[in-house]
Protein backbone atom coordinates (compact mmCIF):
# COMPACT_ATOMS: atom_id res chain seq x y z
CA UNK A 1 0.00 0.00 0.00
CA UNK A 2 2.92 2.32 0.53
CA UNK A 3 4.02 1.62 -3.03
CA UNK A 4 0.56 2.78 -3.96
CA UNK A 5 1.05 6.26 -2.10
CA UNK A 6 4.51 7.22 -3.19
CA UNK A 7 3.10 6.37 -7.00
CA UNK A 8 -0.02 8.22 -6.57
CA UNK A 9 2.16 11.45 -5.06
CA UNK A 10 4.58 11.40 -8.10
CA UNK A 11 1.42 11.92 -10.41
CA UNK A 12 0.05 14.17 -8.59
CA UNK A 13 3.25 16.29 -8.36
CA UNK A 14 4.08 15.50 -12.33
CA UNK A 15 0.65 16.61 -13.43
CA UNK A 16 0.98 19.67 -10.88
CA UNK A 17 4.47 20.41 -12.79
CA UNK A 18 2.85 20.41 -16.26
CA UNK A 19 0.21 22.39 -15.60
CA UNK A 20 2.70 25.12 -13.89
CA UNK A 21 4.45 24.59 -17.03
CA UNK A 22 1.54 25.62 -18.71
CA UNK A 23 0.87 28.60 -17.18
CA UNK A 24 4.29 30.42 -16.29
CA UNK A 25 5.31 29.64 -20.20
CA UNK A 26 2.51 30.00 -22.18
CA UNK A 27 4.77 32.10 -24.97
CA UNK A 28 6.45 28.44 -25.36
CA UNK A 29 3.45 26.80 -25.98
CA UNK A 30 2.09 29.19 -28.41
CA UNK A 31 5.07 29.55 -30.33
CA UNK A 32 5.10 25.54 -30.75
CA UNK A 33 2.26 25.71 -32.31
CA UNK A 34 2.79 28.63 -34.32
CA UNK A 35 6.36 26.88 -35.54
CA UNK A 36 3.87 23.61 -37.06
CA UNK A 37 2.05 25.95 -39.29
CA UNK A 38 -1.45 24.18 -38.31
CA UNK A 39 0.01 20.57 -39.24
CA UNK A 40 1.58 21.72 -42.44
CA UNK A 41 5.30 21.91 -40.94
CA UNK A 42 7.61 24.73 -41.98
CA UNK A 43 10.55 24.78 -44.63
CA UNK A 44 13.99 25.22 -44.07
CA UNK A 45 15.05 28.42 -45.66
CA UNK A 46 18.87 27.72 -45.22
CA UNK A 47 18.57 24.36 -46.45
CA UNK A 48 20.14 24.14 -50.06
CA UNK A 49 17.32 22.72 -53.01
CA UNK A 50 17.58 21.96 -56.31
CA UNK A 51 15.89 21.79 -59.50
CA UNK A 52 15.76 18.66 -62.39
CA UNK A 53 13.47 18.19 -65.13
CA UNK A 54 13.72 14.37 -66.48
CA UNK A 55 12.92 13.73 -70.25
CA UNK A 56 11.82 10.33 -71.06
CA UNK A 57 9.51 9.31 -73.53
CA UNK A 58 7.45 6.40 -74.12
CA UNK A 59 5.10 5.77 -76.86
CA UNK A 60 2.82 7.94 -78.30
CA UNK A 61 0.07 6.75 -80.77
CA UNK A 62 2.18 5.38 -83.76
CA UNK A 63 5.33 6.86 -82.33
CA UNK A 64 7.38 4.11 -80.89
CA UNK A 65 8.96 4.20 -77.30
CA UNK A 66 12.09 6.68 -77.53
CA UNK A 67 12.93 6.54 -74.38
CA UNK A 68 15.49 8.50 -72.11
CA UNK A 69 16.14 11.79 -74.12
CA UNK A 70 19.26 13.57 -74.15
CA UNK A 71 19.57 17.19 -76.31
CA UNK A 72 16.42 18.99 -74.91
CA UNK A 73 17.03 22.65 -73.90
CA UNK A 74 15.05 23.83 -71.18
CA UNK A 75 14.34 27.41 -69.44
CA UNK A 76 13.30 27.90 -65.97
CA UNK A 77 11.70 31.39 -64.99
CA UNK A 78 11.11 32.19 -61.18
CA UNK A 79 7.36 33.18 -61.09
CA UNK A 80 7.26 33.54 -56.94
CA UNK A 81 9.23 33.48 -54.15
CA UNK A 82 8.57 31.15 -50.94
CA UNK A 83 8.42 32.16 -47.28
CA UNK A 84 8.83 29.57 -44.30
CA UNK A 85 5.08 28.94 -43.55
CA UNK A 86 4.54 27.95 -47.77
CA UNK A 87 2.98 31.56 -48.71
CA UNK A 88 3.97 32.85 -52.55
CA UNK A 89 4.93 36.24 -53.28
CA UNK A 90 4.66 36.72 -56.85
CA UNK A 91 7.95 38.85 -58.53
CA UNK A 92 8.56 41.27 -61.18
CA UNK A 93 7.06 41.14 -63.78
CA UNK A 94 4.63 38.72 -63.41
CA UNK A 95 3.20 40.55 -60.49
CA UNK A 96 1.38 43.15 -63.05
CA UNK A 97 -0.42 39.99 -64.46
CA UNK A 98 -2.75 39.44 -61.49
CA UNK A 99 -2.69 35.99 -60.55
CA UNK A 100 -4.30 34.57 -58.21
CA UNK A 101 -0.93 32.92 -56.15
CA UNK A 102 -1.07 32.83 -52.57
CA UNK A 103 0.35 29.31 -51.76
CA UNK A 104 0.08 25.43 -53.22
CA UNK A 105 -3.72 25.15 -52.09
CA UNK A 106 -4.51 28.24 -54.52
CA UNK A 107 -2.98 27.11 -57.58
CA UNK A 108 -4.22 22.96 -56.71
CA UNK A 109 -6.86 23.84 -59.85
CA UNK A 110 -6.16 22.46 -63.19
CA UNK A 111 -7.85 25.32 -64.42
CA UNK A 112 -5.74 27.85 -62.55
CA UNK A 113 -2.57 26.25 -63.24
CA UNK A 114 -3.37 26.49 -66.89
CA UNK A 115 -3.78 30.03 -66.56
CA UNK A 116 -0.99 30.89 -64.83
CA UNK A 117 1.00 29.05 -67.31
CA UNK A 118 -0.57 30.72 -70.22
CA UNK A 119 -0.45 34.17 -68.29
CA UNK A 120 3.23 34.13 -67.81
CA UNK A 121 4.19 32.65 -71.37
CA UNK A 122 2.25 35.58 -72.68
CA UNK A 123 4.43 38.04 -70.38
CA UNK A 124 7.43 36.36 -71.09
CA UNK A 125 7.45 36.87 -74.83
CA UNK A 126 5.77 40.55 -74.65
CA UNK A 127 8.34 41.43 -72.22
CA UNK A 128 11.58 39.27 -73.45
CA UNK A 129 11.67 38.04 -69.98
CA UNK A 130 15.21 36.65 -69.96
CA UNK A 131 14.84 32.98 -67.68
CA UNK A 132 16.41 32.31 -64.34
CA UNK A 133 18.06 29.18 -64.90
CA UNK A 134 19.11 27.15 -68.30
CA UNK A 135 19.92 23.85 -68.69
CA UNK A 136 20.22 21.02 -71.30
CA UNK A 137 19.32 17.02 -70.54
CA UNK A 138 22.08 14.92 -70.33
CA UNK A 139 22.35 11.47 -71.63
CA UNK A 140 20.55 10.14 -68.90
CA UNK A 141 17.38 12.29 -69.31
CA UNK A 142 17.90 14.90 -67.14
CA UNK A 143 18.25 18.76 -67.28
CA UNK A 144 19.52 20.05 -64.08
CA UNK A 145 19.56 23.59 -63.53
CA UNK A 146 21.73 22.69 -59.79
CA UNK A 147 21.46 25.04 -56.93
CA UNK A 148 18.19 27.53 -56.95
CA UNK A 149 16.41 29.90 -55.56
CA UNK A 150 13.06 28.35 -53.34
CA UNK A 151 9.89 29.30 -55.17
CA UNK A 152 7.56 28.63 -58.14
CA UNK A 153 9.10 27.96 -61.50
CA UNK A 154 7.68 27.79 -64.72
CA UNK A 155 9.70 25.74 -66.98
CA UNK A 156 9.82 25.84 -71.27
CA UNK A 157 10.96 23.31 -73.11
CA UNK A 158 12.32 23.48 -76.07
CA UNK A 159 10.98 21.07 -79.51
CA UNK A 160 13.44 18.36 -80.49
CA UNK A 161 13.56 17.05 -83.63
CA UNK A 162 15.01 13.47 -84.53
CA UNK A 163 14.26 11.35 -87.76
CA UNK A 164 11.65 13.55 -88.68
CA UNK A 165 10.06 13.20 -85.67
CA UNK A 166 9.00 16.11 -83.51
CA UNK A 167 9.69 15.81 -79.42
CA UNK A 168 7.54 18.34 -77.77
CA UNK A 169 6.98 18.38 -74.06
CA UNK A 170 4.58 20.59 -72.66
CA UNK A 171 5.12 24.20 -70.45
CA UNK A 172 5.23 23.50 -67.04
CA UNK A 173 5.05 24.40 -63.29
CA UNK A 174 7.11 23.41 -60.07
CA UNK A 175 7.58 24.37 -56.62
CA UNK A 176 10.96 24.59 -55.05
CA UNK A 177 11.12 22.26 -52.17
CA UNK A 178 8.18 20.21 -53.45
CA UNK A 179 7.08 16.84 -54.68
CA UNK A 180 9.28 14.66 -56.72
CA UNK A 181 7.53 13.61 -60.23
CA UNK A 182 7.92 10.31 -61.07
CA UNK A 183 4.89 10.12 -63.38
CA UNK A 184 3.16 13.06 -65.68
CA UNK A 185 0.97 15.33 -63.29
CA UNK A 186 1.61 13.02 -60.15
CA UNK A 187 3.35 13.47 -57.02
CA UNK A 188 5.52 11.04 -54.59
CA UNK A 189 2.73 10.56 -52.63
CA UNK A 190 3.63 13.55 -51.04
CA UNK A 191 1.28 14.11 -47.93
CA UNK A 192 1.34 18.52 -49.01
CA UNK A 193 3.41 19.04 -45.34
CA UNK A 194 6.13 21.17 -45.75
CA UNK A 195 8.54 18.34 -43.40
CA UNK A 196 8.01 15.99 -45.75
CA UNK A 197 8.87 17.93 -48.96
CA UNK A 198 11.66 16.86 -51.29
CA UNK A 199 14.77 19.98 -51.35
CA UNK A 200 16.23 18.26 -54.56
CA UNK A 201 13.21 18.48 -57.34
CA UNK A 202 12.65 16.61 -60.28
CA UNK A 203 9.75 17.88 -62.60
CA UNK A 204 8.42 15.60 -65.46
CA UNK A 205 6.56 17.76 -67.84
CA UNK A 206 3.94 16.24 -69.99
CA UNK A 207 4.86 15.03 -73.52
CA UNK A 208 3.48 14.64 -77.25
CA UNK A 209 5.09 14.19 -80.68
CA UNK A 210 4.41 14.07 -84.77
CA UNK A 211 5.74 13.56 -87.73
CA UNK A 212 6.93 15.96 -89.58
CA UNK A 213 5.85 14.76 -93.06
CA UNK A 214 2.23 14.90 -91.88
CA UNK A 215 3.33 18.94 -91.93
CA UNK A 216 1.70 21.59 -91.24
CA UNK A 217 -0.90 20.20 -88.81
CA UNK A 218 -4.80 21.83 -88.38
CA UNK A 219 -6.15 23.47 -85.37
CA UNK A 220 -9.50 24.77 -84.70
CA UNK A 221 -10.83 26.45 -81.83
CA UNK A 222 -14.79 26.37 -80.94
CA UNK A 223 -17.18 28.24 -79.06
CA UNK A 224 -20.02 26.97 -76.34
CA UNK A 225 -22.78 28.37 -74.23
CA UNK A 226 -23.90 27.75 -71.03
CA UNK A 227 -26.80 30.38 -70.48
CA UNK A 228 -30.04 28.21 -71.18
CA UNK A 229 -30.21 29.72 -75.04
CA UNK A 230 -29.40 33.27 -73.35
CA UNK A 231 -31.22 36.00 -75.41
CA UNK A 232 -29.09 38.97 -74.08
CA UNK A 233 -26.12 36.54 -75.10
CA UNK A 234 -24.14 38.55 -77.55
CA UNK A 235 -23.91 38.38 -81.48
CA UNK A 236 -20.09 37.91 -81.57
CA UNK A 237 -16.95 37.05 -80.12
CA UNK A 238 -13.17 38.07 -79.94
CA UNK A 239 -10.20 35.05 -79.42
CA UNK A 240 -6.59 35.84 -79.90
CA UNK A 241 -4.83 33.25 -81.01
CA UNK A 242 -1.03 33.08 -79.49
CA UNK A 243 1.72 30.86 -81.12
CA UNK A 244 4.45 30.42 -78.28
CA UNK A 245 3.25 33.25 -76.56
CA UNK A 246 3.15 35.70 -79.08
CA UNK A 247 0.06 37.12 -80.71
CA UNK A 248 -0.68 35.28 -84.06
CA UNK A 249 -4.13 36.56 -85.20
CA UNK A 250 -7.24 38.03 -83.85
CA UNK A 251 -10.60 36.05 -85.16
CA UNK A 252 -14.29 36.41 -84.12
CA UNK A 253 -16.68 33.61 -84.00
CA UNK A 254 -20.23 34.16 -84.43
CA UNK A 255 -23.36 32.03 -85.98
CA UNK A 256 -22.06 32.95 -89.36
CA UNK A 257 -19.22 31.12 -88.75
CA UNK A 258 -20.99 28.84 -86.58
CA UNK A 259 -18.86 29.79 -83.71
CA UNK A 260 -15.45 28.14 -84.86
CA UNK A 261 -12.81 29.08 -86.53
CA UNK A 262 -9.35 26.47 -88.10
CA UNK A 263 -6.29 27.26 -88.84
CA UNK A 264 -2.86 25.19 -89.90
CA UNK A 265 0.48 25.91 -88.72
CA UNK A 266 3.93 24.09 -89.08
CA UNK A 267 4.27 21.60 -86.36
CA UNK A 268 6.39 22.48 -82.89
CA UNK A 269 4.89 24.95 -81.93
CA UNK A 270 2.68 25.94 -78.93
CA UNK A 271 -0.78 27.09 -79.18
CA UNK A 272 -2.73 28.97 -76.81
CA UNK A 273 -5.93 30.75 -77.08
CA UNK A 274 -7.39 33.65 -75.21
CA UNK A 275 -11.35 35.59 -75.17
CA UNK A 276 -11.18 38.95 -75.48
CA UNK A 277 -14.15 39.99 -72.89
CA UNK A 278 -16.45 43.04 -73.49
CA UNK A 279 -19.00 41.86 -70.77
CA UNK A 280 -19.67 41.24 -66.97
CA UNK A 281 -22.70 38.89 -67.41
CA UNK A 282 -20.59 35.75 -68.70
CA UNK A 283 -17.61 33.76 -66.87
CA UNK A 284 -15.04 32.22 -70.11
CA UNK A 285 -12.89 29.41 -69.83
CA UNK A 286 -10.76 27.70 -72.11
CA UNK A 287 -9.45 24.20 -72.54
CA UNK A 288 -7.93 22.19 -75.02
CA UNK A 289 -8.33 18.54 -76.84
CA UNK A 290 -4.73 18.03 -78.74
CA UNK A 291 -4.85 20.66 -81.36
CA UNK A 292 -8.55 21.95 -80.55
CA UNK A 293 -9.47 24.83 -78.28
CA UNK A 294 -12.20 25.23 -76.65
CA UNK A 295 -13.86 28.60 -75.21
CA UNK A 296 -16.79 28.22 -72.96
CA UNK A 297 -18.74 31.36 -71.76
CA UNK A 298 -21.33 30.73 -68.81
CA UNK A 299 -24.20 32.70 -68.02
CA UNK A 300 -23.07 34.47 -64.43
CA UNK A 301 -26.38 34.59 -61.99
CA UNK A 302 -28.08 37.91 -61.75
CA UNK A 303 -27.36 40.27 -58.94
CA UNK A 304 -30.68 40.72 -57.17
CA UNK A 305 -31.66 44.56 -57.76
CA UNK A 306 -31.01 46.75 -54.45
CA UNK A 307 -34.35 47.71 -52.82
CA UNK A 308 -34.85 51.26 -52.62
CA UNK A 309 -34.53 52.91 -49.20
CA UNK A 310 -37.34 53.72 -47.68
CA UNK A 311 -38.64 57.44 -47.80
CA UNK A 312 -37.28 59.22 -44.59
CA UNK A 313 -40.77 60.33 -42.79
CA UNK A 314 -41.29 63.70 -42.60
CA UNK A 315 -40.66 66.02 -39.56
CA UNK A 316 -44.13 65.95 -37.36
CA UNK A 317 -45.41 69.59 -37.88
CA UNK A 318 -45.89 71.92 -34.38
CA UNK A 319 -49.46 71.91 -33.12
CA UNK A 320 -51.00 75.08 -32.99
CA UNK A 321 -50.87 76.85 -29.71
CA UNK A 322 -54.13 76.39 -28.17
CA UNK A 323 -56.26 79.96 -27.52
CA UNK A 324 -55.97 81.40 -24.49
CA UNK A 325 -59.43 81.25 -22.14
CA UNK A 326 -61.23 84.49 -22.83
CA UNK A 327 -61.31 86.27 -19.49
CA UNK A 328 -65.07 85.92 -17.66
CA UNK A 329 -66.96 88.93 -17.06
CA UNK A 330 -67.78 90.22 -13.65
CA UNK A 331 -70.42 89.24 -12.41
CA UNK A 332 -73.44 91.51 -11.23
CA UNK A 333 -73.11 92.80 -7.91
CA UNK A 334 -76.23 91.59 -5.74
CA UNK A 335 -78.11 94.04 -4.17
CA UNK A 336 -78.13 94.35 -0.09
CA UNK A 337 -81.51 92.49 1.48
CA UNK A 338 -83.92 94.01 2.60
CA UNK A 339 -85.31 93.21 6.50
CA UNK A 340 -88.26 91.59 4.32
CA UNK A 341 -86.28 89.25 2.15
CA UNK A 342 -85.53 87.23 5.47
CA UNK A 343 -88.63 85.88 6.79
CA UNK A 344 -87.00 82.53 6.17
CA UNK A 345 -84.02 82.68 8.06
CA UNK A 346 -85.78 83.96 11.57
CA UNK A 347 -88.54 81.02 10.38
CA UNK A 348 -85.70 78.56 10.86
CA UNK A 349 -84.02 80.01 13.70
CA UNK A 350 -87.76 79.92 15.37
CA UNK A 351 -88.20 75.84 14.53
CA UNK A 352 -85.12 75.49 16.19
CA UNK A 353 -86.42 76.67 19.25
CA UNK A 354 -89.86 75.26 19.03
CA UNK A 355 -88.11 72.11 19.44
CA UNK A 356 -86.61 72.43 22.78
CA UNK A 357 -87.44 70.01 25.56
CA UNK A 358 -90.05 71.04 27.71
CA UNK A 359 -87.79 70.24 31.26
CA UNK A 360 -86.41 73.23 30.22
CA UNK A 361 -89.61 75.39 30.46
CA UNK A 362 -89.50 76.57 26.98
CA UNK A 363 -92.36 78.40 25.81
CA UNK A 364 -94.11 78.65 22.66
CA UNK A 365 -94.97 81.86 23.13
CA UNK A 366 -96.12 84.12 20.09
CA UNK A 367 -93.16 86.12 18.52
CA UNK A 368 -93.21 90.12 19.04
CA UNK A 369 -89.79 90.23 17.11
CA UNK A 370 -87.86 89.77 20.05
CA UNK A 371 -85.14 86.66 20.50
CA UNK A 372 -86.00 84.18 23.63
CA UNK A 373 -83.21 81.33 22.89
CA UNK A 374 -80.66 83.13 25.44
CA UNK A 375 -82.42 82.70 28.21
CA UNK A 376 -82.59 78.96 28.25
CA UNK A 377 -79.10 78.58 27.85
CA UNK A 378 -78.11 81.34 30.61
CA UNK A 379 -80.39 79.19 32.57
CA UNK A 380 -78.45 76.02 32.08
CA UNK A 381 -75.16 78.41 33.31
CA UNK A 382 -76.94 79.28 35.84
CA UNK A 383 -78.03 75.77 37.38
CA UNK A 384 -74.25 74.96 36.55
CA UNK A 385 -73.13 77.60 38.41
CA UNK A 386 -75.02 77.05 41.38
CA UNK A 387 -73.96 73.22 41.40
CA UNK A 388 -70.40 74.56 40.94
CA UNK A 389 -71.44 77.01 44.32
CA UNK A 390 -72.59 74.07 46.62
CA UNK A 391 -69.90 71.40 46.06
CA UNK A 392 -66.89 74.20 46.28
CA UNK A 393 -68.71 75.39 49.66
CA UNK A 394 -68.95 71.52 50.82
CA UNK A 395 -65.15 71.15 50.40
CA UNK A 396 -64.19 74.15 52.79
CA UNK A 397 -65.99 72.67 55.33
Request: charged share 25%.
Amino acid sequence: MKIFEKVKKLIVGAAALSMSAMFLLPGVVASASSNNNNGLGTIDMNKDATLSVYYYFNSYGDIPEYGKMAGVNVKAYKIASISETGQFTVVSPFDSLGLDIKDMYSIADQDKWNNIITEASKCIAANGVQPSYTATSDAEGYAKFGKVDKGLYLGISDPLVIDQIQYKYWDFLSVVPGPNNLEENQGNGWDGTWSNASYDVIAIPKREAVHLEDDPEPFSVYKQWIDNGGEDRPKSITVKIYCDGNLLETVDLSNENNWQYSWQYEKGHNFTVEEVMNTDDYTSNVSRNENSFIVVNTKNPETPETPDKPNKPSKPTKPDNPESPKTPENPDTPNNPTPDDTPDVLGAIRDFIGELPEVLGARRLPQTGQLWWPIPVLAILGILLIIFGFRSEKHRK
